[in-house]
């Protein structure tokens, strides 16, 4: 598969306004938008780092992935987000490689990206995404 | 303090010889160095994709901090590098705003970098690396 850069970095809080104040007041870092994911249960806060943006979680129920793996494993990073050229193409690749895919197709995820989760058992461990600009096609 | 991108993602595996494969053969990422760390008990492997680096690290012993932290939390993303200008100020700026340091003063990490940690009770969670090629100064 064709991946060009880190997308993002998805790190698990328990709560966003102390984790923004800790990425601004000493990484120097700059929020520049809050979103609510409805179906993945989570609000979100973005910053940018050169190519890179980390995308802070803090869940909004205790049902939803980020709750649970707050509860499981503690704060901490969640998951990475690589940027792929052609991510269909990408998802069969690794299908057909063995990797288990959590979605076979991309959906929409924050910032109107496509995107799919490549399943951790397949990848080493780390929850992996795959996500793609799809929306100036 | 002054980030400009994310240096490095270090990432705990168990076996660095199956997750090269992983990272290659169905990523598609090339791995372009390997390198034992012996004051960290743990080889790395290199990849580069954009401004960062992927950088897998195997434990040479149960009693490394790579060794801990499988032992504890099973395989998976272990810390997060940024690169900055001025390690030693964005240490001593971390410092007054109350951070915990690992170190307070940078040493050598792998690839001849002068690298410090933040303490993750200090950092929701995140064990913090800050890195800067010294090198050249």
């Known amino acids: 598969m064709n991946l060009t850069h880190i997308e993002h970095i998805g790190i698990a809080v328990k ?3 102390d984790s923004i104040k ?10 520049y938008s ?4 409805t ?21 909004t129920s205790p049902e939803g992935p980020i709750g649970k793996f707050i509860e499981k494993k503690g704060e901490g990073i969640h998951h990475i987000a ?15 490689k063995g990797i288990k895919l959590i979605d076979e197709k991309p959906r929409t995820g924050a910032e109107g990206l496509s995107i799919a989760f490549l399943h951790p058992k397949s990848t080493n461990g780390v929850l992996t995404e795959l996500c793609e600009d799809t929306s100036s096609k």
Chains 1, 2 share one sequence.
């Open 15 to 17: 709560n966003l306004e």
């Open 34 to 37: 809050i979103e609510e994911v």
């Open 82 to 96: 690589f940027n792929v050229k052609g991510i269909q193409s990408a998802l069969d690749e690794a299908k057909e």
């Open 22 to 31: 800790y990425y601004e007041g000493v990484l120097g870092l700059k929020c």
């Open 39 to 59: 179906d993945q249960k989570v609000k979100t806060a973005f910053f940018k780092i050169g190519q890179t943006k980390i995308e802070l979680l803090e869940s």
